[in-house]
Structure formats: structure tokens, C-alpha cells
């Protein structure tokens, strides 16, 4: 569903993804992770072009990203994109903010991109605040609106970008559970997430990155007990010790 092929991305003199190569198959989760600085968001930002790389190859959905008579603003809309700062419109209802790229972007008839926009709500609890504005709902449920916001275009793969790291910790909770939902219902994901516990019982792959590289990728499993690279032992052993 997604692939990097040798990623170069550079601010001025700062290597920021170094030769990132990797996969990601068709309903599988991936959950990203590392230290602060590492590269994690940057990646996930090059799938649809928010950080535009220097050389190396991105294919999403079988579609090479970089195709010069791409339409990006057509290619952005097919990918679902959770940010860590939600990213509502303040102005707009909860069920306007939803059904605002269906029916602008893909033009859905406003009846049916409404009923849709109220079965997602459903979908992520929270049927009964459809006419809330973002001001009068709490962190974790603008987060859950962004999730349904996403959801509104059928994307074939959401990228996750801290999406619970702007969240009062109680907050938490609901967010991830609308993810793991995600997860069971086959949606190709790629998170990234501080959330270990989130990665070690949702996703098929970790992959762990420092100083813009890809370091280590292997099952939750392995990499939990079995660490092989020592930056990823001190990292989880830092972890543990908090």
C-alpha cells in the first residue's frame, strides 16, 4: 500500500531522513517510534507531500507520488491525515466540519455525505454532538472528529501523527480506542505514536527510527523482549525506567 525507497530529506545542512527504505502491506498497522528529533513525523509527512523530499521514491496506493502530472490537491484528498492538533474548523459545526471535503472535493450530494457524517460519529461515539462546535467538545473528542473528518473521504490508508500527545492523559483512552477499531476493521495505518502500549497490542510492525534513520522494524513482540540495535535497547530501557 505504501512504499519508501531510499528517502532523502534535508532542512539547509541537517540530514533530517537518511536512505529510509520500508513497506507498509495492505491492511497492516505500523506504529513509528523513537526519540524526540528522530525523524518520525517527517516521515509520515512526505506520504502526502506536507515535507517534500530531495531524492528516493514514494508509492501510495500504487501511485508514485512524485509523478510530474500528479494533482496533488486530488492525491492529498485519498489520504487520510490525523494531526496532532486536530486542525477543526472553529467556525463550522462538528457535522459540518465532516461533511465539508465530501461534498466541496468529491461532490457528494449533501444528504448523502450527511448521513454518512452521522453514522461516522456513530462510528466514534459520539452520535449526540453533532451540531457541537469544536470550542464545547474536550481534546480527545475534536480528536475523535478528526478521525471521522478523515474517515468521510474512504481514504485506503490514515496516517496517524501523535495523535494523542496533545491529550490530557484521561484522554487518551478514547482516542486510541477508536484506532484499535480502526485497526480490527482491516484499515492500512501508519501511527506516530509515544503510545507503547497502544503499538505492542494493535500493530503488526514497529519500526523505530533515530537521527532520521530507520534502525530496527520487527513485531511488537520482538522488538518489546528482544531489542537488536543498542539505540533501541536504550530507548526502551529510558521507557521503563520513567
Not at 8 to 28: I, P, R
Request: proline share 5%; charged share 20%.
Amino acid at each position: 500500500m505504501i512504499s519508501f525507497d531510499k528517502i532523502n530529506k534535508w532542512y539547509g545542512s541537517y540530514h533530517a531522513l537518511c536512505d529510509v527504505s520500508a513497506e507498509v502491506a495492505k491492511g497492516e498497522v505500523v506504529v513509528v517510534c523513537g526519540p524526540s528529533g528522530s525523524g518520525k513525523s517527517t516521515l509520515i509527512r512526505t506520504v502526502n507531500r506536507l515535507e517534500e523530499i530531495q531524492s528516493g521514491k514514494i508509492v501510495f496506493d500504487g501511485q508514485d507520488i512524485h509523478a510530474p502530472r500528479l494533482n496533488l490537491n486530488h492525491f492529498r484528498a485519498g489520504v487520510g491525515f490525523v494531526f496532532q492538533s486536530f486542525n477543526l474548523f472553529p467556525h463550522l459545526s462538528v457535522l459540518d466540519n465532516i461533511m465539508m471535503a465530501p461534498v466541496n472535493v468529491l461532490g457528494t450530494k449533501r444528504s448523502d455525505a450527511r448521513a454518512q457524517a452521522l453514522a461516522l460519529l456513530e462510528r466514534v461515539g459520539l452520535g449526540a454532538k453533532a451540531n457541537a462546535f469544536p470550542g464545547q467538545l474536550s481534546g480527545g473528542q475534536q480528536q475523535r472528529v478528526a478521525i471521522a473528518r478523515a474517515l468521510a473521504m474512504k481514504p485506503p490508508a490514515m496516517l496517524f501523527d501523535e495523535p494523542t500527545s496533545a491529550l490530557d492523559p484521561e484522554m487518551v483512552g478514547e482516542v486510541l480506542q477508536v484506532m484499535k477499531s480502526l485497526a480490527k476493521d482491516g484499515m492500512t495505518m501508519i501511527c506516530v505514536t509515544h503510545e507503547m502500549g497502544f503499538a505492542r497490542e494493535v500493530a503488526d510492525r514497529v519500526w523505530f527510527m533515530d537521527h532520521g534513520k530507520l534502525v530496527e522494524t520487527g513485531s511488537p513482540d520482538s522488538f518489546f523482549t528482544s531489542p537488536q540495535s543498542p539505540r533501541a535497547q536504550k530507548f526502551l530501557s529510558d521507557l521503563r525506567s520513567h
